[in-house]
């Protein structure tokens, strides 16, 4: 029978895998919402902008609306994976003491928090947001300007 620090890695692993699948998908809808997109510009390019444009541009702003909304519900079951990780690894340390840990990962925080002082704030889920409203942007603005 494994003891209980195994249970605790297995478990830890697991969650690491959730957070690593969560990842994969978000990137591979984006890829997707990108490659419509591109599609979609290249075929207003080559037709020109028009009423008729509006069966393009109209989906094209509610992938972008889609995409965010999916990239912040990545994020928050992200969270969840990694809220569980870290209660896993703090008993995992409890157990083990001497291995130090949580100072270990404090360090390595800290450390990449000075090198990277202003990166380090900036959340990448929010990039992903920022891209996905990008998109939905174009869409609304093309949109508009299709009927005028």
């Known amino acids: 029978m494994a003891d209980s620090s195994d249970v605790l890695i297995e478990l830890w692993k697991d969650q690491r895998d ?3 699948q969560l990842e994969n998908q ?3 809808l984006t890829n997707i919402v990108i490659l ?3 599609a979609g510009l290249g ?4 037709s020109g902008l028009g009423p008729s444009m509006l069966a393009v541009t109209l ?3 509610l992938l972008g609306s889609y995409g965010a909304l999916a990239c912040m519900k990545y994020r928050e079951r ?5 809220a569980q990780a870290v ?3 703090k008993k995992l340390g409890d157990l083990h003491p001497g291995l130090s840990i949580e100072a270990g990962w404090a360090d390595t925080y800290q450390s990449q928090q000075a090198r990277f002082p202003k990166l380090f704030s900036l959340r990448l889920y929010a ?3 920022a891209l996905h409203l990008g998109i939905a942007t174009v869409g609304g603005v093309l949109s508009i300007w299709s009927l005028l």
């Open 26 to 28: 978000r990137a591979t």
């Open 59 to 61: 989906p094209m702003m």
């Open 18 to 20: 959730q957070m690593r």
């Open 78 to 82: 992200l969270a969840l994976h990694d």
């Open 36 to 38: 419509v997109v591109a």
């Open 127 to 129: 990039l992903w947001v």
């Open 43 to 46: 075929f207003i390019a080559q």
């Open 87 to 89: 209660s896993l690894r």
